[in-house]
């Protein structure tokens, strides 16, 4: 339909503040948003409605109409309920980007117009698809009571006959029809994705097809719409993040019509993964706070009353301060300089969720933080389900990865790289810091095997211990001396006590406070101490291979 024909509709109550000369611009959808930048949910062609509340002040107006016209939509609509008149500033910054404004009288609803416009279109095109691409978005932008991407899978049974299902990029089922014949078999989720994986690599558009037994699937992907305009510049920085939408039918046959529902639909689940990394926000400052926290070397005091925040958002309801785990992630690209922290971070969320979870949000107990390309998640655990060390339960480093290696390879191809490394259970805010350095040697330990999807726990990280007695007495007293002997000497002419203030310090884990305590010294005597051993070695005793060399030595002298 075209713009000039809202006009001539009465019960529309629609005036024309501007744009004369565009009203023959055609209209092929309609959406509401009082976001202040919802050029992301946009396709270009809508009418868009909006009751203002997104403007703050008149220097709001102008992005706003930039926008919106560069995303290509017919025309704006303002409704008068919230502010009367439609702002002059709106309407001039309309009329620079010769985007056409109209005022919607207060006394119209939106849904009013939404329905109109809809009836218009659909009757427009083959069938009735507008219509239920229309009944999908009203469904998913009405907020969480709304519906979500199972409310759209039922629609697309009822309404097009069609089983589809919402897939993570490791195969987890997110979503899938509630009616209508069985669930999808994990083996076949995890096959649709390492599918979807391997195409999207290759650089191929979707729907990518697929037969599985006897079962043709027809794969769509489904891209954040958070994501800038012009796309990603390279495929690696969302192929590993990206969830799908997999249809049970062959897409190869349909009209072009049925084929832009159905990447209509994949960007209103987009929405629904928008929100669920909008409600992740929470847990990823946590995770962020805690963090700097720790590798900042704040005291145990001011991190456990961080921890006292972060648990009962992460365990809502529990009774007795849990144990932690950490667990450590990093993506690499060969030869890329691609910003894999987000990447990580995304991933690490979703492979730390039970494979046997369904539905978008079911990480909420999860918090991932990210630091340049790694990705660090602090992970709760109830007292009663640790154990005595936290060592029989929690996360176990070879668990993450059973049902996800084989999905992850196909994306990663023959370039990319996924490590992981697992600490154990610790029970105070003082073991915090230990944990994640033992948890980031473990990664280091993953990284140094063969394989594109690689985890190692804490338990292997005690083997070094057993290497010791094989070390030859000409090697262990080189490496002895070479650490040990400049500290030696200076305890010797200084009486420094500069050894025993070495392994207090490793055996604290790096503690200041507590070590200090052990030793009964001012911190910044400790401090001192430390920078005159770190002088004396050349070695820095925050890097975590430092520390292991210093271990190393000191249980071979």
């Known amino acids: 339909m075209r713009l000039r024909a809202l006009l001539d509709t009465d019960a529309l109550g629609l005036k024309l503040l501007g744009g004369e000369d565009e009203l023959d611009r055609a209209v092929r959808g ?24 997104w403007r703050r002040n008149a220097d709001d107006s102008e992005p706003f109409a930039r926008l919106l016209a560069q995303a290509g939509v017919a025309a704006l609509a303002a409704g008068e309920a919230e502010l009367g008149d439609v702002p002059e500033d709106l309407v001039q910054a ?33 069938g009735d698809l507008a219509a239920v691409v229309d009944r999908h978005r009203r469904m998913m932008t009405s907020g969480p009571a709304g519906g979500g991407p199972d409310v759209v899978l039922d629609l697309l049974g009822s309404d097009l006959d069609l089983r589809a299902w919402v897939l993570s990029p490791t195969g987890r089922l997110i979503a899938g029809p509630r009616v209508g014949g069985p669930a999808l078999p994990p083996e076949a989720c995890a096959g649709l994705a390492a599918e979807h994986l391997a195409a999207a690599r290759t650089g191929r558009h979707g729907p990518h097809r697929l037969i599985l037994g006897t079962t043709t699937y027809s794969l769509f992907p489904i891209r954040s719409s958070g994501r800038s305009p012009q796309g990603p510049r390279d495929v690696r920085e969302t192929v590993l993040s990206d969830w799908l939408l997999a249809v049970e039918a062959d897409a190869g ?5 049925r084929l832009d529902l159905l990447h209509g639909v994949t960007q209103l689940i987009a929405v629904e993964r928008d929100r669920r990394d909008a409600a992740r926000t929470v847990r990823r400052r946590l995770a962020q706070e805690v963090l700097e926290l720790v590798q900042t070397g704040a005291a145990p005091a001011e991190i456990a ?20 785990q950490v667990v450590v992630a990093r993506v690499e690209w060969d030869g890329a300089g691609l910003e894999t922290g987000p990447v990580a971070q995304s991933l690490l969320e979703e492979i730390l969720v039970d494979p046997s979870a369904t539905g978008p949000e079911p990480s909420d107990r999860i918090a991932v933080a990210h630091t340049g390309d790694e990705a660090i998640a602090l992970v709760p655990l109830p007292a009663v389900a640790a ?21 992850l390879s196909a994306g990663l191809h023959d370039d990319g790289r996924v490590t992981l490394g697992v600490s154990a259970a610790v029970h105070s805010a003082e073991g915090l810091r230990g944990a994640l350095e033992e948890a980031r040697h473990a990664r280091r330990v993953a ?6 999807v690689c985890a190692a726990g804490h338990q292997e990280l005690a083997s070094h211990v057993l290497l010791l007695p094989f070390v030859p007495d ?14 030696r000497e200076y305890d010797r ?53 430092d520390k292991l060399d210093f271990f190393l030595a000191l249980r071979m002298s």
């Open 30 to 53: 309609v959406m509401t948003t009082d976001l202040r930048d919802p050029s992301r949910y946009l396709s270009g062609g809508e009418l868009v409605l909006t009751g203002l509340a």
């Open 94 to 126: 309309c009329a620079r980007h010769r985007l056409p404004l109209f005022a919607v009288h207060e006394s119209v609803a939106f849904a009013t117009i939404t329905e109109h416009v809809v009836r218009q279109v659909s009757g427009e095109r083959a």
């Open 253 to 257: 046959d349909w009209a072009e019509e």
């Open 305 to 324: 009353a961080r921890l006292r925040v972060a648990a009962p958002v992460l365990l809502p309801g529990l009774g007795a301060a849990p144990h932690w």
């Open 387 to 407: 154990g005595h060390d936290g060592s029989e339960s929690g996360v176990l480093a070879d668990a993450l990865l059973r049902s996800v290696r084989d999905p």
């Open 447 to 452: 990284a140094a095997r063969s394989g594109r």
């Open 474 to 487: 000409d090697v262990r007293r080189a490496f002895t001396a070479r650490l040990l002997d400049p500290l």
């Open 493 to 545: 002419r200084h009486r420094a006590e500069l050894i025993p203030t070495l392994e207090a310090f490793l055996d604290c884990d790096g503690s200041w406070t507590r070590c200090a305590s052990r030793l009964h010294l001012h911190v910044n005597t400790l401090r001192y101490r430390v920078g005159r051993i770190e002088q004396l070695t050349s070695r820095d005793l925050s890097r975590l291979e």
